[in-house]
């Protein structure tokens, strides 16, 4: 590594408290897998929750239901888990300083 490299580490720790109330008050909604980056089982959360209730005419509704209902009991156990896989997932930076020194010169010298 150069002298003038400089490493920046940021830790964005996810909240369980704030996890368990998405998952209780907007469950239905799969809030709480976005907030721990999940949009993806999310988007799945959501769209079996909408297409039971669009489909409870017809009563194959209960059915997605049922299974989305299982999965947001699950999840209560899962969050845990999911937050402890957020946590990992920690950016670091690494800065050359010189680097950016001579491109700052570069730029400016550009505008004058």
């Known amino acids: ?17 704030v996890a368990y109330l998405l998952w209780f008050f907007l ?6 897998r976005f907030y721990l980056g999940k949009p993806g089982t999310a988007l799945g959360m959501l769209a079996l929750n909408l297409l039971g209730w669009l489909t409870l005419g017809i009563f194959v509704g209960f059915l997605f239901l049922a299974v989305f209902a299982i999965w947001w ?8 888990k999911m937050i402890g896989a957020a946590s990992q997932a ?5 800065v050359n300083l010189s680097q950016k020194i001579e491109t700052q010169a570069k730029e400016q010298g550009m505008e004058e």
């Open 1 to 17: 590594m150069a002298e003038n490299s400089v490493i920046i580490q940021v830790e964005e720790r996810k909240s369980t408290t």
């Open 27 to 32: 469950g239905g909604v799969g809030a709480h």
């Open 73 to 80: 009991i699950v999840d209560a156990f899962l969050i845990p």
């Open 90 to 94: 920690v950016p670091v930076v690494n």
